[in-house]
């Protein structure tokens, strides 16, 4: 819940019941019974006249140019302060509030409004609450870890008390919404992990992403079934639960339905939907289909969807080559993976490895480049490197590369993380992928490598000659 406090200049406002907490000026403490978690503090100088008997303060930075001398005064004292930071566009002042971070709690007080650009930058600080002097940009305040609003005026204004508790609640209802999950995820293993059924449920409330696949496989059949003129030997390879075989079963007049699934969880549900949904016609296999392609002969349509947040970190390549033959058309037909040089405040010297993260306290710092692309039926190129030099803007840093993907289905129809471009169906239940790199300024000479041996895959990412996760020392994806 966003509360809305007060800047106290008054002893009578305290005892009035609009605010949920309040920071009293000095004069206003000094007449008070009990003692304040904080002190506002009109100008420095005030500091030393209290320094004996509050050790917590809240100070505004007035002037944005003095920002680093200012705060090198504060961390020299001995107490601990909330500073009022201005909300201004320039990045060497952003730079400074970047480092101090760590020192000092800050209040944001926003000035003009912001670009979306600049909201993304200042929403990846850290901050506990913001300032409102009189109409305000909600988007700064619907952020994960949910900033407070205070009002300060030296007579507080009744429309900006009220208008303050709506855009309290109105925050507070919007970050519900929101779904940021500001923690690293450790990206699931599909292929030799099982997941529990909870997981497919997940997984099934994408709706973007069984609607595309619902196109992309009408499509394929409608061309097959033409081009064919025969019935079809269509494979399912990691149904689940079956939400993408009950697609293809619609067609079971025209098509002769297999599946392949490894996870024995999934068998009873996928076994029961065959006799209660599809007449038992499809032909159900528990197993891994690298042992089992070879029995099982040639398919016209092979049907999966074993992407991962960077497409290819599942181990789809290695796993449908097993099916690779050239009368096969296979959806997905592509998978490309993508970077961009993004600066992330959790990121920074936390990780070393890569996790999959969803976080509000993000943003992109140059251009995104696609990285690798995997056709198939695929030529069996595993291991793939792409190098590329990335120029940042003057004054800015990076310390995280995001990954993402994009995967053809079939024809036009495409699915993604993000959204690239129009057509692209974009999913929600792949969080970015994102790889840490030592903090840069200026430009990423980057160079990303993808490497699979026989039991394992992993990547490795070297930026300005430094190297990371070399031989897959801290993370790699068994394959077996
Ligand atoms: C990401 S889930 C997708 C499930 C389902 N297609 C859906 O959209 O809800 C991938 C599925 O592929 C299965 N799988 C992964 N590797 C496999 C393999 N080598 N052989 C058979 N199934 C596999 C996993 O057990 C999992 O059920």
């Given at each position: 819940m966003t509360r809305v406090g007060a800047v106290a200049t008054k002893k009578e406002i305290i005892y009035e019941s609009r605010f949920a907490f309040y920071i009293p000026t000095a004069a206003v403490a000094s007449q008070l019974n009990t003692k304040a978690s904080h002190v506002f503090l009109?100008?420095?100088?005030q500091y030393h006249t209290l320094s004996g008997t509050s050790r917590a303060f809240l100070i505004r930075l007035v002037d944005f140019k003095y920002a680093s001398t200012f705060l090198d005064q504060l961390a020299s004292l001995e107490a601990s302060f909330v500073v009022v930071v201005p909300v201004v566009e320039s990045h060497s002042y952003w730079g400074v509030l970047r480092q101090y971070q760590s020192q000092f709690a800050y209040v944001l007080q926003p000035k003009l409004r912001l670009s979306a650009d600049w909201v993304k930058r200042y929403k990846s600080l850290t901050y506990i609450a913001i300032l409102i002097l009189n109409d305000f940009d909600e988007d700064l305040a619907?952020?994960?870890?949910?900033p407070d609003l205070i009002v300060y005026s030296e007579d507080i204004d009744n429309n900006l008390v009220s208008r303050a508790h709506s855009y309290a609640k109105s925050i507070t209802e919007k970050i519900a919404n929101a779904?940021?999950?500001n923690h690293f995820i450790d990206p699931l293993q599909p292929l030799t992990q099982q997941m529990p059924l909870e997981v497919y449920e997940t997984f099934e409330k994408d709706q973007p992403k069984y609607k595309a696949y619902e196109e992309a496989i009408d499509l394929a059949l409608h061309d097959l079934l033409i081009q064919r003129k025969r019935k079809l030997r269509v494979l399912v390879v990691g149904p689940g639960r079956g939400p993408l075989l009950a697609t293809a079963a619609k067609r079971l007049q025209q098509i002769e339905l297999t599946a392949v699934e490894k996870n024995p969880l999934c068998i009873s549900q996928l076994q029961e939907l065959n006799r209660t949904s599809w007449d038992s016609k499809v032909t159900i296999y528990e197993g891994d289909i690298r042992i089992l392609a070879a029995s099982l002969g040639d398919f016209d349509l092979v049907i999966s969807e074993l992407i991962g947040s960077f497409g290819c970190n599942e181990a789809c390549p290695e796993i449908l080559q097993a099916l690779a033959k050239p009368n096969t058309v296979m959806i997905p037909q592509t998978i490309q993976s993508f970077i961009t040089p993004a600066f992330c405040s959790l990121v920074e010297g936390n990780i070393t490895r890569p996790y999959l993260l969803n976080s509000d306290e993000c943003f992109p710092v140059a251009e995104t480049q696609q990285v690798f692309e995997f056709s198939f039926?695929?030529?069996?190129?595993f291991d793939q490197s792409f190098q590329h030099t990335f120029a940042l803007n003057s004054l800015d840093v990076s310390n995280t590369l995001v990954g993402n993907f994009k995967a053809n289905?079939?024809?036009h129809i495409s699915i993604g993380?993000?959204?690239?471009?129009?057509t692209t169906f974009v999913c929600s239940s792949w969080y970015p992928m994102i790889f840490p790199i030592q903090t840069v300024e200026t430009k990423i000479e980057l160079l990303f490598r993808r490497i699979s041996s026989h039991d394992r895959l992993w990547y490795e990412w070297t930026v300005n000659g430094s190297k990371m996760n070399a031989q897959g020392v801290e993370y790699s994806i068994p394959l077996s």
């Amino acid at each position: 819940m966003t509360r809305v406090g007060a800047v106290a200049t008054k002893k009578e406002i305290i005892y009035e019941s609009r605010f949920a907490f309040y920071i009293p000026t000095a004069a206003v403490a000094s007449q008070l019974n009990t003692k304040a978690s904080h002190v506002f503090l009109e100008s420095l100088n005030q500091y030393h006249t209290l320094s004996g008997t509050s050790r917590a303060f809240l100070i505004r930075l007035v002037d944005f140019k003095y920002a680093s001398t200012f705060l090198d005064q504060l961390a020299s004292l001995e107490a601990s302060f909330v500073v009022v930071v201005p909300v201004v566009e320039s990045h060497s002042y952003w730079g400074v509030l970047r480092q101090y971070q760590s020192q000092f709690a800050y209040v944001l007080q926003p000035k003009l409004r912001l670009s979306a650009d600049w909201v993304k930058r200042y929403k990846s600080l850290t901050y506990i609450a913001i300032l409102i002097l009189n109409d305000f940009d909600e988007d700064l305040a619907v952020k994960a870890t949910q900033p407070d609003l205070i009002v300060y005026s030296e007579d507080i204004d009744n429309n900006l008390v009220s208008r303050a508790h709506s855009y309290a609640k109105s925050i507070t209802e919007k970050i519900a919404n929101a779904k940021f999950i500001n923690h690293f995820i450790d990206p699931l293993q599909p292929l030799t992990q099982q997941m529990p059924l909870e997981v497919y449920e997940t997984f099934e409330k994408d709706q973007p992403k069984y609607k595309a696949y619902e196109e992309a496989i009408d499509l394929a059949l409608h061309d097959l079934l033409i081009q064919r003129k025969r019935k079809l030997r269509v494979l399912v390879v990691g149904p689940g639960r079956g939400p993408l075989l009950a697609t293809a079963a619609k067609r079971l007049q025209q098509i002769e339905l297999t599946a392949v699934e490894k996870n024995p969880l999934c068998i009873s549900q996928l076994q029961e939907l065959n006799r209660t949904s599809w007449d038992s016609k499809v032909t159900i296999y528990e197993g891994d289909i690298r042992i089992l392609a070879a029995s099982l002969g040639d398919f016209d349509l092979v049907i999966s969807e074993l992407i991962g947040s960077f497409g290819c970190n599942e181990a789809c390549p290695e796993i449908l080559q097993a099916l690779a033959k050239p009368n096969t058309v296979m959806i997905p037909q592509t998978i490309q993976s993508f970077i961009t040089p993004a600066f992330c405040s959790l990121v920074e010297g936390n990780i070393t490895r890569p996790y999959l993260l969803n976080s509000d306290e993000c943003f992109p710092v140059a251009e995104t480049q696609q990285v690798f692309e995997f056709s198939f039926p695929n030529n069996a190129k595993f291991d793939q490197s792409f190098q590329h030099t990335f120029a940042l803007n003057s004054l800015d840093v990076s310390n995280t590369l995001v990954g993402n993907f994009k995967a053809n289905l079939y024809g036009h129809i495409s699915i993604g993380s993000t959204s690239s471009d129009s057509t692209t169906f974009v999913c929600s239940s792949w969080y970015p992928m994102i790889f840490p790199i030592q903090t840069v300024e200026t430009k990423i000479e980057l160079l990303f490598r993808r490497i699979s041996s026989h039991d394992r895959l992993w990547y490795e990412w070297t930026v300005n000659g430094s190297k990371m996760n070399a031989q897959g020392v801290e993370y790699s994806i068994p394959l077996s």
